[in-house]
């Protein structure tokens, strides 16, 4: 049974820091990509960055460029996302997602967690 099981949202002030954690199981991590992903109130889901698992190539999307950082821990599954200089629209529920890396469509989703930046 695959599972992926976000942990490290919370509330943070406007210019502070928060790390995301995202542990997988069930899955042959080698083989797949995985993906942080974003959805604001009122709003669609938005693609934040991934991460090959071999060899640790990572993607992002724009707009997150230099304040978001993914990686990974081979020896915990766990996947991280860091992220500084925190926003107050970057509130949101983030989520963590699975998908082969030949595969384009994310097949495994996190339950998500709660992302709240005060101004």
């Known amino acids: 049974q695959v599972q992926l099981v976000e942990s490290g949202g919370g509330l943070v002030q406007a210019g502070g820091s928060l790390r995301l954690s995202c542990a997988a199981s069930?899955?042959?991590?080698?083989?797949?990509?995985m993906g942080w992903f974003r959805r604001a109130p009122g709003k669609e889901r938005e693609f934040v960055g991934s991460i090959r698992w071999i060899g640790g190539i990572t993607v992002y999307a724009e707009s997150m460029k230099g304040r978001f950082t993914i990686s990974r821990d081979n020896a915990k599954n766990t996947v991280y996302l860091q992220m500084n200089s925190l926003k107050p629209e970057d509130t949101a529920v983030y989520y963590c997602a699975a998908r082969k890396d030949s595969f384009q469509n994310y097949d495994y989703w996190g339950q998500g967690t709660q992302v709240t930046v005060s101004s």
């Open positions: 069930g899955l042959t991590l080698s083989t797949y990509r």
